[in-house]
Each structure stands twice: as C-alpha cells, then as structure tokens.
C-alpha cells in the first residue's frame, strides 16, 4: 500500500517550502490527501514557532504529525519540546539547500508500518481502545516490540492489562520461541531456582528426575517475568547474571547451557522507588528496562469503556448486545478501582444476569451496585478537576470551550469509526455544522 501524507503549511511557512515538498513526495510515490485523519501522517510546516501555532497544531488531531521548520534563524531547546508537547510526533529542522526527502520518506514509512501492525487482527483482537493516552501507549510499544529486540518493563496498576501487551510483544517478535510466563509472585524461596534454572536428577529432595526451567523453555522466544518487582535479591542477582552471560546452570549442576530469550517485565510496584530503599537491585533494573510502558489507568482512558464493553459482551456471547441509555451511562460514570479486569468482571455480571434477546436493561445491574439516588451524575469529579486544573495553569474562558468541544469531536469520530453522520448524531449538531467545525480544527495558521 502507498504511503500518504497530508501537508498542512502555515501562512508564516515559506511558500516554496510546501511547494517542492509536495513535488518531492509525489514524485517518490506518497499519496498527498486533504484530510489529515485519513493519512498515515501531517506533515506541518512553519517558520517560527508561537502559541498561536501550537494551538492549531493541537487542534489538527492526525495520528502522526512530523513538524518541519523550514529555514531557522533560530529554534530554541525549550521551543523544540514545546513542539513535541504540541502533539507533533518529531522535529526536523530544514535548511535551506539540505535534501529533506529521505528524513521524511524514513519517518513516514515506519509510521506506515506500525500503523499496519496496530489495525493488524493479532493487535486488535486483544487490545482494544482507540483513546488518546491508550494509543500513544500502544504505537511506542508496537514500534519497540517489531524493531527491536530490547527488553521491556511494563509497569502499571492492577487490571491494566499488562499480561496482553506481554502476548502482543511476543506476537510482534517474530522468533520461533514460545511465551513462557513466570508469575514471580508464586516461586517459593525453595523452588524459585528450579522454576528459573531447571533441575537436576538428586538436586534435591524430590527431584526424582531432571526437568528445564524457564530459562531453558523460554529459548528462542520470549520470557515474561510478572511481577517482577516481588523477586527476592538472591533472584535478581542470578537473573542478572543470566540476562548478561546469556547462558545458565541447572540447580545440582556445573554445565553452562546457552540461551537466547527476549526479557519482557511487569510489575505493580514503583522499581525506582524499590531502587532507592534497597529493594531492588539498580543493576537489574537498568538491565530490563531498556524500554519502558506504564499502561495508563482506566480512569484516564474513559473513551475506551464502551468499545471495551461491546468487546467483552462478544467474548461471552459470540455478537454485539445493545444497551439501554440508563446502562451506558451506568458504566461510563462507575468508578473501576481494578480497572479494566474490573469493567471485565462488571459486563459479565450484567451479561449472566441478561435474559432473552434485546438490549442489557437496567434490571440487569445487579441491585447492589444501582447507583444511589436512581441515576448517576454529570459534570462528575472526572470533569470537575479537569476544568479546575486548566484554570490553575491559567487558560481563558474561551480556550477551555473550544478544548472541550475539540476533544468530543475527536472522541465521538473515534467511537464511530469516523462516520461524520453518527457522530453528529451523538453530538446534538447537524451534519454541516460538525463538517465545519472538523475543517476549522484542521485548518492552518
């Protein structure tokens, strides 16, 4: 498939800039489209980089933006990551007379690919969700799972899901090796280095026979230690000896045996504070955190909890159920303290207690957990401190409207698979009027 593009230049961007970038890419072969959305990525053009740009550059709402400086005087550090805070995903700095090209084309076509990879059936038939936070997550970690072979330590709340980025990491690695799982929470100090290391016949009571250890199942594939962090510093010594010679020895033995795995981690706990208060080795946590994902909370990825619901409702019932109105709003004001394990857990209560065809009614909620005073409430706290954390940095009246309004159409687009006539519909706005307001988010300074 060709790749795409979408060029969006400001009025401050020199005109030739976009002009021979625009030849440039369609003669090597990229698809130049109008609408950023659609593209693999935006390519945004400037001159000099300003607060009113940064608001549009927010506003474009494209799912990779390369922002280029054409011909800069001068581009401060701090105005740099002001960019990247902006939403752009990379930062070039194009002078004049320099051959742009192959930076562009290199950034668009790995942009492409893992794209490809995120859509791919083995991605989204486990991890579902297509909220801002969830899917910058899930673009690093795709990108570092099919390009590198670096270990990876993934660290979040209980019921974030940290189990399925481990299978998709293994899915995207590409080696011959199975998944094998170590649950780091149920080795016993007696056993953990059998379970690890492998045994030998006599090693000790009990071991009427040699068997492999994790190192031994795990070659050519993928090791995934979870919770990692409850791992006594005996363990994490031997681990880190494992991790740098590459090879180790079953417990009653003196031969070295060579393996060859990909480390992937998870833990609950905060490694570096466990660093600090001499919990945990610093030498082994710098080796397996190579390449860091902190899965974000359920909390902060509301625009998920119903694509995860119909998600979950097909894994028990094989077919999308309807809801109610007073359900959908049901479960998006619940408070899941265990995150999406809890909503999971949730949406199977309503599904075994659901009876006959039809939509999941409010009698399917369990009666103990209906909602006090018959319904839930909105603006709800979620809200509430968001608004109060935009007038603590000082943002005006008007900029909080217009953020909040962008940020309902760009969940809403999401939800529907960019079908602009649902999402009008949810909305509460004609057809027109959410076409003109998607053109003014993406309209150039």
């Not at 401050?12 to 072969?29: E, F, I, V, W, Y």
């Not at 293994?170 to 094998?180: E, I, M, V």
């Not at 075994?352 to 399917?364: Q, S, Y």
Request: hydrophobic share 45%; glycine share 8%.
């Amino acid at each position: 498939m060709a790749l795409s593009a979408c060029i969006l230049a400001t009025a401050k961007a020199p005109a030739n800039a976009s002009d021979r970038l625009r030849t440039d890419l369609s003669d090597a072969g990229v698809s130049l489209i109008e609408a950023p959305q659609e593209s693999d990525a935006s390519i945004f053009l400037f001159r000099q980089w300003d607060g009113e740009l940064a608001a549009n550059l927010q506003a474009a709402g494209a799912p990779q933006m390369l922002a280029i400086c054409c011909e800069p005087a001068e581009l401060a550090a701090e105005a740099m990551w002001e960019v990247l805070a902006a939403g752009a995903s990379d930062l070039i700095l194009w002078r004049t007379g320099e051959a742009i090209l192959p930076q562009v084309l290199a950034r668009l076509q790995r942009w492409h690919e893992v794209a490809q990879l995120m859509s791919s059936e083995r991605i989204r038939a486990c991890l579902v969700g297509q909220s801002a936070p969830w899917r910058r997550m899930l673009q690093n970690l795709v990108e570092v799972a099919a390009f590198t072979d670096s270990p990876v330590l993934i660290t979040g709340e209980t019921g974030t899901g940290k189990d399925l980025l481990a299978q998709a990491i293994h899915r995207l690695h590409g080696g011959p090796g199975p998944l094998t799982v170590v649950d780091c929470t149920t080795l016993s100090p007696e056993l953990a280095g059998s379970e690890l290391f492998g045994h030998e016949r006599g090693a000790f009571t009990g071991a009427y026979s040699a068997r492999d250890g994790a190192f031994a199942a795990a070659n050519g594939g993928v090791l995934f230690l979870d919770e990692v962090g409850e791992l006594p510093l005996a363990l994490q010594a031997q681990l880190l000896r494992v991790i740098q010679e590459q090879q180790y020895r079953r417990v009653g033995s003196n031969d070295w045996h060579p393996t060859r795995f990909r480390l992937v981690c998870a833990t609950n706990r905060d490694l570096e504070a466990e660093v600090q208060r001499g919990a945990f080795r610093a030498d082994l946590y710098y080796r397996i955190a190579a390449w860091r994902c902190q899965t974000p909370a359920l909390r902060e990825r509301q625009g998920d909890i119903l694509p995860l619901v119909q998600h979950f409702l097909r894994q028990l019932g094989g077919q999308d159920v309807e809801l109610d109105p007073a359900v959908r709003q049901y479960l998006l004001t619940r408070s899941y303290p265990g995150n999406v394990r809890d909503l999971r857990q949730t949406v199977a209560r309503l599904w075994h207690r659901h009876i006959g065809p039809g939509p999941i009614t409010i009698g399917d909620v369990p009666p103990e957990e209906r909602p006090a005073g018959g319904g839930a409430c909105w603006p709800d706290a979620a809200f509430i401190n968001a608004i109060g954390r935009a007038v603590d940095l000082g943002v005006n009246l008007s900029r909080i409207g217009q953020a909040a309004t962008d940020t309902a159409i760009q969940l809403v687009l999401q939800q529907e698979g960019d079908n602009n006539q649902r999402a009008a519909l949810r909305l509460g706005v004609t057809d027109r009027t959410l076409q003109l307001r998607r053109k003014a988010r993406s309209a150039p300074a």
